[in-house]
Each structure stands twice: as structure tokens, then as C-alpha cells.
């Protein structure tokens, strides 16, 4: 009897009438426009301004979104308890709006309260409230600036970063390398060497506290780890060769590095509580740059075992060596990206370095900027951007060689150079700080 | 015994194979009879050269290039055998000019080019690049190396069209009288009030479905979400998505849901709900 009641209603739904179904394949991607409103301070109203100015560059730099002009704004958000009048909104076509209010503490702390509007769908996206130290206002605004990326687009933001990089001065014969922190926006620049002895490579450890680089103090590349609080630095270890090129795994309890011994380079694993070392790879081939996989279980690398320098893939115990790459040219530097779906590299094709992206399987490969030297990509944390530093050749003269850092999208667009006051080179981007 | 089981185990799996292979027929269900071929006489029928379309709509597509669309033309052919006012509907040849908009008629490639001209000389300000209005976001993922450009000049042409083509329930009365250059335009309209961000993670996987009620005016009285993917990108997507909704309603007498108030008034009961199926883009563009 079921079966025969159930059989009349699918009889009766086959003749209903459907809706009328529209298939909408393909869009737009510009930037969004959104309008910010400035954040309102109940005493200090530079600081509102302020930390608008941040949260409107960042999201601005990100290409992701279109600031609209303050001049064009009809209405005044005065207050958080504001209801945003959407028609006045749309007729500046702001896609969202954000808007908040700035108050200070006894206890010498701002509080930030803010809120995201659809202006389209009439409704309030997110409403948060934050508060930070009064002179961390730089910070708050790049927590916001990430706040305000993630429920836009759905992507975790990058704002509240910073950029391990070397700075460079002086001319190719006596050229002085210096191991430098700054955060993501060139704000807040630290030396951390003094630049006596040349450093290069640096990589953060995911708790932010110790940056490991490699440096020629003894002569030699070797590795030395610093804590970021107090700067002080201890090296790795005594090995023979050289050693070089290291990153931390994900968990911050392993550094996977390379060694070279009697012109050999392997790739070892390194255990930073035990100081136990476990050799990873071992060919005659020259195999380094590891990088390890979001999930710690895969180590990319490049070697030269097929007779040019390609991308292989391994477990992290260094087997099951799989190779990746078989394009022209050569490849070198992979990362793996935060996000896990992009291997990062560079390649040197046609007399040209490019930097490209590819799947971890190989497949989609693109190479999405070029120059004379352009290498050494990292990622930000939200796996979308990439920082590389770009070096333009000397003139006839000798004079014009300059090194300097950029980021770019994934997908190959809004390319940008990230100013320094000096010469730069060797990027690392940190995690999230918050 | 155990021959036994395996024997009669046997018998009864023939028995349904048997079974399988024959058509059955329920006893409350009717005789089918087979229904008389109706002749339509095709050669009284006047069709005319181009499909009845607005104004702004005719220069638009005499903008655009002429693509074959293979796989649509099958479905033209069966609509086209219908009511009197189908008469006025393109014969499959005429389906290339219904294609893309026009701006998505431009060239691909070029501006790209453009761009990466532009990007050689970093600058800081956050200023948009030129970007002409395209729709295919395969060619967004721009690529410095131009021989290896899955889209080469000839191909932009044919992405947008596989990219744009519109597909669209057959079931309810409205279908079969709205034109598919009507529903076409409506699609158009809705893609070119859609803005999304096109490096969204695992964008190529995502669907989104919105419901929209319609006032008898044309103008939306609700538009939401019907749908949910467990993809981090998939809720800012949607909310482009009934966004543009949103936005192509503000537009007045631009709004694509106007053609229906204005030209199907009287079957507002077919119209007063749609189902909009959101494709960002095409699989594997990756």
C-alpha cells in the first residue's frame, strides 16, 4: 500500500509545474567596489583615520577590492548603532560597506568595534569588536584588514604578516647582505645582523619565534638558527660541507635542509629537539631545496638526477621519490603553498628566469612573471600571493644593478613591488600572527 | 547438500535474470496505445532570417563573432517545432550571433598582453589594471609563456561560446514559449551583473543555486541561497551570486526580469519563481 501511494505522488510531482530554471555560466572578475566609512573615535580622532588608512591599503593592494572615493559618500556612518541607508549605497554601486567605532580604556587599550554590510542584500555581514594595546593600533588594523578579506571573499587574509628578507647594499665587489624583518605593509623595519657576515635564505618557524638562516660566519655556509625576541643565534650544527637552503616543517619540530660533501649535495632531515640527522635523499645527483607539504607528510625538491635540474616529490622519510616536472628549461626553489593546491618554483628557460605554478601532481603548470633574474617565490600564509625579488642587470657603466622584492597574485595579475629603502632579495613571508 | 544449495541457488538467480529481461507491466497501469503521427507541413512555415530580439540586443549580437555551437544546435531543433510564434526563432545557423555578449567578443589575449607591458614597470599604487570585460576565466590565469597559452588568438572565440551556453529546464509551459534568445538574454544580463573573484580557492568545483521570487512587475521580492558546498570560498560566491541578482533588479527597465513582466504578463504563474544555476566557470580550467 506504501509502495502504491508512494508511486501515485511521484506520478503527480512528474506533471507539477517546475520552475523556470536559468543556467548563468561565466563571470566578471573585477575588483569589488566596497566603501569604508571612517572609523569614528570618541577621543582620539586621528587614530580613526589612521587605522582606516591601513585597513583601506591593505585591502586595496590586495587588487581584490575598489576602494570608493570618501568625497563620494552621501551618507555619514557617525556611529556603529548607524542603520546604513542601502539606497544611497547602491547608488555609488558599493558592493559592502564597513564602518566602525574607536573607543580608549583605562586600561590603556583601544576598543575597535566594526561592522560589514551586504548593501545589495540589505543585511549585516559580520560585527566584531576588538581590542589591542593603544600603541599596536598598526596591528589591530591589519586583524581587521583580515577579518574583512575572509568574510569577502572566503579566504583566510595576510595583513597581520611580516617579510623576513636580506637587505643588500653597496656595489657587486663589496656588497653587504643583512638579514632584516619588516611587516608585510614595510612598516616596523628590524635589522637582525649586522651585516659582517653575508646571510641569506631566511625562513620563520610557524610560532614566529626563531628564524633560521644561512650565513658565511665561519667561512663557510653553514646554518644558524636565531631566536627573534632576544636575536640571539646559535648554529644548527658542525657539518661537514656546506649546508644551506633550509625550511621548517610544519609543526616547527623538523628542519629539512641540504648538504654538500665532496661536490655531492643530499637533502637531510633534522630533528631540533634531539639533534637527530636522518639523510633523506642519496644520488650523485645534486638534490636540495626541500620544501615540505601543508600536511608534513611530502618533501619537494629539485635535483638534477635526470640530467637537468627538475621537481621531485617524496615522503617525508624519503621514499617513494616521484618526479614532477618535465618541462623544458630548469627548475629550481620549489615551495609547496599553505593552501597545499600550488608548488611554487622558479625556472630558468630561453636564457629568461620566470616564476611559475604548478599542481602538486605536475598537471596546470604556468609561469606567471619573467625578468633577467626573477626567483626565490614564497608564500603568504592565505596561499593567494606570492612575494619573489627581482634583480635588474648592470648597465655598460657597472652602475644600475638594483634587487628588490614584489608580490604577486596567482593568478599571474597585479604584479607589485613591495618598497624597501634599501635593496632586498632572499623574501620569506611569515604565518598569520594572530 | 551442499550441491543441493548450490543448485537451487542457481535456479533462483536464472529466475531473476529471467525475470530481468522481461517487460513488466503493473496491472493498474493502462494500455499504451501508440499515439498517431501528427504531420506538421514545414513548407507553409515562414522562418524568418534573425530572431525577433530588442533593439539593444540586435546591436550587441551584430557585434559579435560567429561561432558553431554543436552541441546546442540539437536542442534548437527540437524547440523549434512548436506554437505559431515560433516562426520568429533562429534556425540553428543564426545560433553563433547569439552568443556572447560583446564584450566578451574581444579578444582575450591582447589585453593580457597589455597588462603584462604595464606590470614590467612595477607601481606601488593600487590602481586597476585595463581590463576589457571578459567572461571566460580561463583566460584570466594569465601565462608569460605564449607558446605554451592553452588559449591561442583562434580559441578565445570559442571558449566564451562553450563557457556561455545556455541550458535551460524543458519542463512548464513558459519554456516553451520564452524564445532562447530571450532566455539568453536573461542569462547574459545576470552574467554581467556577477562579479566574483576569480582566483577563489577550488573555484572550478562550485555550483551555486538561487531561488528568486518575482513581483508581477518584474522587480524581486526574495532572492536566496538554495544550496550549500563545504568549499571555504563557496559562501562569498554565493552572495556574489545573489548579488547580481540584486544588482541587475536595480537596473529598472534594464533588469532582465522586466522582459517577463512586459512580455509574459499573463503567465506570471510561470515566472514568479526561477531557479538560477551559477557556474562560475568550466571544469578543468586548471
Known amino acids: ?434 | 547438500m551442499q550441491k543441493q544449495a548450490f543448485l537451487l541457488s542457481l535456479t533462483l538467480h536464472a529466475c531473476i535474470l529471467g525475470l530481468m529481461m522481461i517487460n513488466f507491466s503493473l496491472p493498474t497501469e493502462k494500455e499504451k496505445t501508440p499515439q498517431a503521427v501528427m504531420m506538421i507541413d514545414l513548407t507553409k512555415v515562414k522562418i524568418a532570417e534573425k530572431t525577433n530580439l530588442p533593439q539593444k540586443s540586435i546591436k550587441k549580437k551584430q557585434q559579435q563573432t560567429k561561432q558553431p555551437v554543436q552541441p546546442k544546435q540539437e536542442k534548437q531543433k527540437t524547440t523549434q517545432i512548436t506554437p505559431k510564434k515560433e516562426i520568429k526563432t533562429p534556425t540553428p545557423k543564426p545560433k553563433p550571433q547569439e552568443t556572447p555578449p560583446p564584450k566578451q567578443a574581444v579578444a582575450v589575449q591582447p589585453p593580457k598582453q597589455d597588462k603584462k607591458q604595464e606590470k614590467a614597470q612595477p607601481k606601488p599604487q593600487p590602481k586597476q589594471p585595463e581590463k576589457k570585460q571578459n567572461y571566460n576565466l580561463k583566460s584570466l590565469l594569465a601565462s608569460v609563456e605564449k607558446v605554451r597559452q592553452e588559449i591561442s588568438p583562434s580559441e578565445p572565440q570559442e571558449q566564451p561560446t562553450q563557457q556561455e551556453t545556455i541550458s535551460t529546464s524543458l519542463e512548464g509551459r513558459i519554456d516553451k514559449v520564452l524564445t532562447i534568445s530571450e532566455k539568453d538574454f536573461i542569462a547574459s544580463k545576470l552574467r554581467e551583473c556577477w562579479n566574483i573573484d576569480g582566483g577563489a580557492q577550488n573555484i572550478e568545483e562550485i555550483i551555486i543555486e538561487i531561488k528568486v521570487l518575482l513581483n508581477k512587475d518584474g522587480s524581486v521580492r526574495e532572492a536566496t541561497i538554495s544550496n550549500n558546498m563545504n568549499l571555504p570560498a563557496f559562501k562569498s560566491l554565493a552572495e556574489s551570486a545573489r548579488r547580481a541578482v540584486h544588482i541587475c533588479a536595480q537596473k529598472g527597465e534594464e533588469s532582465p526580469f522586466k522582459i517577463l513582466a512586459n512580455t509574459y504578463a499573463e503567465h506570471y504563474n510561470d515566472w514568479k519563481e526561477l531557479h538560477l544555476h551559477f557556474n562560475p566557470m568550466d571544469a578543468n580550467v586548471f
Request: charged share 20%; aromatic share 10%.
Open chain 1, 1 to 434: 500500500m506504501k509502495k502504491l501511494i508512494l508511486l501515485c505522488l511521484i506520478c503527480l510531482s512528474a506533471h507539477a509545474r517546475a520552475a523556470l530554471r536559468i543556467d548563468i555560466e561565466g563571470a566578471k572578475s573585477d575588483p569589488t567596489p566596497i566603501a569604508i566609512s571612517n572609523f569614528t573615535a570618541t577621543t582620539n580622532t586621528n587614530l580613526g583615520e589612521q587605522i582606516t588608512q591601513i585597513i583601506t591599503q591593505n585591502l586595496e593592494k590586495s587588487n581584490l577590492f575598489r576602494i570608493i572615493d570618501k568625497e563620494a559618500h552621501i551618507q555619514q556612518m557617525d556611529s556603529l548603532q548607524t542603520q546604513p541607508h542601502f539606497a544611497d549605497w547602491q547608488a555609488l554601486n558599493a558592493h559592502a560597506l564597513i564602518h566602525g567605532e574607536i573607543s580608549q580604556g583605562l586600561d590603556n587599550k583601544i576598543y575597535i568595534s566594526f561592522r560589514i554590510w551586504d548593501i545589495y542584500a540589505q543585511q549585516q555581514l559580520e560585527a566584531k569588536r576588538l581590542s589591542a594595546p593603544s600603541d599596536n593600533w598598526r596591528k589591530i588594523a591589519h586583524v581587521i584588514s583580515d577579518i574583512i578579506y575572509e568574510r569577502l571573499t572566503g579566504e583566510k587574509g595576510y595583513f597581520d604578516t611580516k617579510i623576513a628578507f636580506i637587505s643588500e647594499r653597496g656595489n657587486a665587489q663589496n656588497r653587504q647582505r643583512r638579514l632584516a624583518v619588516m611587516d608585510q605593509d614595510g612598516a616596523n623595519l628590524r635589522y637582525l645582523t649586522d651585516g659582517k657576515d653575508m646571510a641569506m635564505t631566511p625562513r620563520f618557524s610557524p610560532n614566529m619565534k626563531e628564524i633560521v638562516y644561512m650565513s658565511y660566519a665561519k667561512g663557510k655556509p653553514q646554518l644558524y638558527i636565531m631566536n627573534t625576541q632576544d636575536l640571539t643565534t646559535k648554529a644548527l650544527g658542525t657539518f661537514e660541507g656546506m649546508s644551506f637552503a633550509p625550511r621548517f616543517s610544519p609543526n616547527g619540530e623538523y628542519l629539512v635542509y641540504s648538504q654538500s660533501k665532496r661536490g655531492n649535495s643530499e637533502i637531510y632531515l633534522y630533528h631540533l629537539k634531539t639533534q637527530k640527522r636522518t639523510q633523506l635523499t642519496n644520488h650523485h645527483a645534486i638534490d636540495t631545496s626541500p620544501s615540505f607539504s601543508p600536511n608534513g607528510k611530502q618533501i619537494v625538491f629539485n635535483s638534477d638526477r635526470s640530467g637537468k635540474q627538475q621537481l621531485y616529490v617524496m615522503n617525508t622519510d624519503g621514499t617513494n621519490v616521484q618526479r614532477i616536472s618535465f618541462g623544458e628549461g630548469s627548475y629550481a626553489t620549489p615551495v609547496w603553498s599553505p593552501r597545499g593546491d600550488y608548488i611554487a618554483f622558479t625556472k630558468i628557460k630561453d636564457g629568461q628566469f620566470h616564476i611559475g605554478l604548478m599542481k602538486p601532481n605536475g598537471s596546470g603548470e604556468r609561469l606567471i612573471t619573467k625578468g633577467w633574474l626573477v626567483e626565490g617565490p614564497t608564500w603568504a600564509p592565505n596561499g593567494r600571493i606570492l612575494a619573489f625579488w627581482k634583480q635588474t642587470p648592470m648597465d655598460k657603466k657597472g652602475k644600475g644593478q638594483t634587487a628588490k622584492l614584489f608580490t604577486i597574485d596567482i593568478t599571474g595579475y597585479f604584479e607589485t613591488e613591495l618598497q624597501t629603502s634599501t635593496d632586498a632579495s632572499d623574501p620569506a613571508w611569515s604565518p598569520l600572527l594572530h
